[in-house]
Nanobody
Framework: QVQLVERGGGLVQAGGSLRLSCAAS????????MGWFRQAPGKEREFVAA????????YYADSVKGRFAISRDDAENTTYLQMNSLKPEDTAVYYC??????????????????????WGQGTQVTVSS
């Protein structure tokens, strides 16, 4: 059974930092690209960041570029999202997702949530002020 478990969410003041983690089990971690999405109340789910299966490339939404950093540790089957300079508009439930490795050229491959194979349960991030 595939599981993605997010941790690290919480309440933080504007300008502060949080580090989210996503521990994967039940899959071959190195065969999956990993992504982070978020959904704020009353809004659509949106892409935040993704990292390729090899860790060689990363992709970010314009709204988080320069503030967030995605990484992966294959020895621990874990993906991380370091969030700095947090803003109230970053408040959302953050979801980890796994996307099966492929060499196909697909438009918006990493940024479309519908492409992903597995999802975590989400973790709440609340930024005050």
């Amino acid at each position: 059974q595939v599981q993605l478990v997010e941790r690290g969410g919480g309440l933080v003041q504007a300008g502060g930092s949080l580090r989210l983690s996503c521990a994967a089990s039940g899959l071959t971690f190195s065969s999956y690209n990993m992504g982070w999405f978020r959904q704020a109340p009353g809004k659509e789910r949106e892409f935040v960041a993704a990292i390729t299966w090899s860790g060689g490339s990363a992709y970010y939404a314009d709204s988080v570029k320069g503030r967030f950093a995605i990484s992966r540790d294959d020895a621990e089957n874990t993906t991380y999202l370091q969030m700095n300079s947090l803003k109230p508009e970053d408040t959302a439930v953050y979801y980890c997702a796994a996307l099966r490795k492929t060499y196909a050229k697909i438009t918006n491959y990493y940024t479309q949530g519908s492409h992903y194979n597995y999802w975590g349960q989400g973790t709440q991030v609340t930024v005050s002020s």
